[in-house]
Each structure stands twice: as C-alpha cells, then as structure tokens.
C-alpha cells in the first residue's frame, strides 16, 4: 500500500476541516477522532497532571527537539461541559508548557498553533485515568507523582460509591475497568504513601516501591505499639510530627531510608519510653522492628551499589491480569527451575514474541538487538509491500495484515522501549542510532517528517491500546490471550532475574 494513498484514505476520515477562530460563528461540536491544528490561547493544561517532577535533561531534549521541528505528534484534546476552551485530554501537559515558553521566547507563529485530536468529553475521571495511563506509558512518572495520583482517584471512586469505603481488591477492579492494571499490593503502598508520608516533602520524590514497603513496615509496628499502650489514638499525629522533625532537620540531597528509619524508631522510643519497647519482646514486635531495620540496611547498600537507579516502579506498565482483574498468581508464573538463567528467559521470551507477531502477519517485525531492554525490539514493516487491493476498511497500512495488527505492533513497540528511544533525542547512546542506515526505526528517530508519516499513515495512534490489552489479558477465549499472558509473565520473570544479578549462560 503506497502512504500517499493511504494518507489520502485518512483525510477522508477526518471529518470537518481543522476549526480555527476563522469559524464565521459555526459552535458545531467536533466529531471523534477529529484533526484540529487549534491556537495554543485556545487550549488549557489539564489542572490535575499526575506528573510533577520533571528530569531537566529530558525536558531541555524536548524543548530544543519541538524547537527544531515543532510538535510532530498530535496531542488529544476535548472540551467540558460549558467551556469554551479545550482542556488536554491525554497528556501533552509539558509539550504545551514548552510550545508557550518558545512562542514567548521567540515570537515564532511555528509555535502559535499545536496539532490536536479531538475526542469527546465522558467525565473527570475517565480524564484523570486518561492522564495517568499516558503518563504511565511513557514511564514519566515516579512513584510519588503516581502515588498522589492513584489516591486522588480513590476518593473519587469512594465518593461515588454507596458504602464510601472501597477496599483495595474492589479498586483494583475500578482501576482496571478503566484501563490501569495494578495489583491491590502495589495501590496499598501507593496509598500508604500519599495518605502517610506527606511530612517528607521534597524528599517524596525519592521514594520508590522498596523504600516505601520498608517505612510501612516500621508505621504498622509502631502503631501496634502504641495500641498495646493505649496511645493509637494521638499515634498519627506523632508519626506527623516526627517526619516532620527528620525533614528539618535532615539536609542530604538523596534519602537514605535507613537514617530516616532510624530516627522515626529512636523518636517513639523517646516518646513511647523503652519500657514500651521491653514490654513487647514476647509478642516479637521488638524482633519485628530489628529485623525490618537489618533488612533496611540491606536495602539501602543495595541501592548505593546500583547507583540509585530505580527500577520497582517499572512494572506498573502491562501486569499480568486475570479475568476478575487481579494480578496473576505465582502458579501463573514460569516455574522457577525452568528460568535459571537470562539466556534461557531470553529464548523463550524471544519465542513468545515471534508466535504473536506470527499471528498477525508481522513475523519479520521481530529483530535481537542487546542493548534494548528485553534484548530484541520491533522494525517497522514494509509499508511499500503492503496490498492496496486487500484493504478493506482499514484505515492504516498495518491494519491490512490483520485488524489488529496495529495494537499489537503498538504493544511491543511499548514493551520493547522504543517509545522512549524515539523521543530521547540528543544521546549519542541511543541503541536506535545503532541500527543499519536503511532501518525505518532509525529514519523516523532521524526524520521527524517520516516519523510522523509512519505514525499518521503507517500504524496510527492506537490511542485504545491499554482497553486492548486488558481484553487480551483479561478474555480467556481471546486468540491472543495465551500469548499476552506468556510474554508478560516472561518479561517478569527476565527483570526479576536481571535485579537478582543473575548472569546469562556463556
């Protein structure tokens, strides 16, 4: 299928042309899918963007990128009820930050307009998920920002519930109609975090999934202390306190969960008195506490030789879910004896993948590279092979192969880190700039036109991506819910390994 062509069958798909402030008064609402090139004046930052913590390295890429070559990439946009503006709809806060700041930097009209897809308005919690699932997509979001964001959905969900109380395995079923699949564990910590650690501050930002599974331990220790002394009705308020105490007086630019560990405990003991302490050698919760400091130790010299880097959160993106909407159990899993190794995870990872591209016409998708995540990566297919006569109603090129062909492309593309690659411009690390010449990846990561062509005519924007996902790993009779189901359990088990240290075979 030639993509002139194709982009031709789009525009008839479009609808009405792009609205400006040249509407001679025409308020017809926009339909669907809608491509609209709107003025930056006209559209307004989601008010509740989940992410707040910004890399600066990142964000000057992506500010010298846009101002090179604009905003390539459509961002989605609806409107709410009653206002005149539109509000983004699914990320895009900090592309519409920058196009702001070099409108007013350079006076450029380039960075007066954004391109922009339309989509209706539901509620603002199907926008909040929106936000979130975006941002969860692109890896944008630490554990503090998604913390914070998880809980401000939770009472949203609980306002809207009769009993006002929603316990964590009926909000991981809430989370997962909407599209995020996370386990009832993982909302905990998220939960404990954002309700219980607030005193931290700055300090929030560095929390991550280990660190904050070791301070939940310490605050249930201590509150049942304080409950067998009964004291658990001022409890919250000390724990407040005490974190604020450690904030004032603590001055490292990293946090060091261990000194921060310790102060809490030596705090209580001053407060609580060490008889209260003595008192509960019997009940083990004096064990219960050492043992949680010795295994914070081990955290915290763990963390130091993997130079901070944080890799807990990751994931957050595709858990394996089952049909209620829970993450898989262990029995679910690989056995452990058969993965002992990377390279025996890697083969049978390799082999999952190629089954489901092989189901969908993208067989020769599938390239082995070392330095991507999972140790392979998808190409781009070859668009110009592709059959015009067999099109149907397809409205992208890949979608001629199969109907779903695009969200599985999309998928892997995400579960491989090419998404991340493709927007990291300026590193000269960048395993895309390792690939052969002709290598479309490394043309359209080169090339923001063909990049934009591929997208726009090639694969399209999948925006439903995360809704097909969770079919697939959610609907047992699903032709590809044995490899959905295999790939992520895989992928878990190949990270797991990787964190463990384990080495592959020669």
Known sequence: MNLDQNKATLSLHIGTPAQTNMSFGQEDTPSRGMLMSLPISEIDFFDKNPRRLHDVSSYAAIKESIRSSSIQQPVHVTQRPGESKYVLAQGGNTRLKILCEL???????????????????????????????????????????????????????????????????????????????????????????????????????????????????????????????????????????????????????????????????????????????????????????????????????????????????????????????????????????????????????????????????????????????YGWYVEYPAFEHISASSAGNAIYAIDVLHEEAGNVFTFLWKLSGIDTFMFDVGDSSNPLLTLKSDSKLRIAYEDPDKYDEYTNCGIGNKENIIASLLNWQTNTSHEFHANIVEILSLSTQYNNLRKTGAKSEE
């Open 103 to 373: 409108l007013e930097e350079t006076g450029d009209n380039r960075f007066r307009m954004m391109p922009c897809i339309y989509i209706p308005y539901s509620d603002e919690t199907t926008l909040q998920v929106a936000h979130l699932v975006e941002n969860e997509l692109r890896a944008e979001m630490c554990f503090w920002d998604k913390a914070c964001k998880y809980a401000e959905i939770r009472d949203i969900f609980q306002d809207e519930s009769d009993s006002g109380k929603l316990s964590l395995r009926e909000l991981e079923v809430m989370f997962s109609d909407k599209g995020l699949t996370v386990s009832h564990k993982t909302l905990g910590l998220f939960f404990f975090a954002s309700d219980n650690l607030q005193e931290l501050q700055e300090y929030a930002f560095k929390l991550s999934h280990a660190k904050v599974e070791e301070i939940k331990k310490l605050h249930s220790t201590l509150f049942s202390i304080s409950k067998s002394i009964q004291l658990d009705d001022s409890f919250q308020y000390l724990w407040s306190d005490v974190l604020e105490q450690w904030h004032n007086q603590y001055s490292a630019t990293e946090l060091d969960v261990h000194e921060l560990y310790q102060f809490v405990l030596d705090r209580f003991k001053f407060e609580y008195g060490s008889e209260a302490f003595s008192e509960t050698e019997n009940s083990s919760d004096k064990d219960k506490i050492e043992t949680a400091v010795k295994q914070d130790v081990n955290l915290h010299q763990k963390e130091v030789s993997e130079n901070n880097t944080e890799s807990e959160d990751s994931d957050m993106e595709f858990v394996p879910a089952k049909v209620n909407g829970t993450k898989a159990d262990a029995e679910d899993e690989p056995k452990e004896a058969e993965l002992i190794t990377l390279e025996q995870t890697s083969k049978k990872l390799f082999s999952a993948v190629r089954k489901l591209l092989a189901k969908v016409s993208l067989s020769d998708c599938f390239k082995i590279h070392k330095d991507f995540p």
